[in-house]
């Protein structure tokens, strides 16, 4: 039972932070040239993130407080934005000089995942008020 349980967890964090980045790529994904690599167009991406891309993230929440029960839909509300840090992680290893601000960007991502956790939030409102009435 208790591996059962880790799996799911595992997969609710593995759904959300996929899920995070598709979020964030969808915006940018019409501009993109298919001889960049993927990892080109979520630079791009982050680079050039907007209200899209905010709305998008806040429906993410929004659609993961539906889809799963909780803690999953926590965990994967809360690893939207993990593959962001990864992603700049992998960077800074390919290109010590690429991320010289790294520790204000990670605080960045830490703030931004606000958004998808209000979206969470608004989603677990709505649904407590339909079970009341």
């Known amino acids: 039972m208790k591996s059962k349980e880790t799996l799911l967890r595992f997969a609710a964090c593995l759904l959300g932070a996929i899920s995070g980045l598709v979020l964030i790529m969808l ?5 993109w040239n298919h001889a960049q690599s993927l990892a080109l167009v979520l630079n791009s991406s982050v680079k050039n993130m907007s209200g899209l891309s905010f709305l998008l993230l806040f429906l993410g929440g929004f659609v993961w407080s539906f889809v799963l029960r909780w803690p999953y839909s926590f965990l994967a509300v809360l690893f939207q934005l993990t593959g962001l840090p990864i992603f700049a992680v992998v960077e800074i290893i390919k ?13 960045l991502y830490g703030v931004l995942s606000v958004v998808p956790l209000a979206g969470m939030g608004v989603a677990s409102l709505l649904k407590k008020q339909f079970r009341s009435t």
């Open 27 to 31: 915006p940018e994904l019409p501009h």
């Open 95 to 107: 290109n010590p000089s690429s991320h010289n601000l790294w520790p204000f960007e990670f605080v």
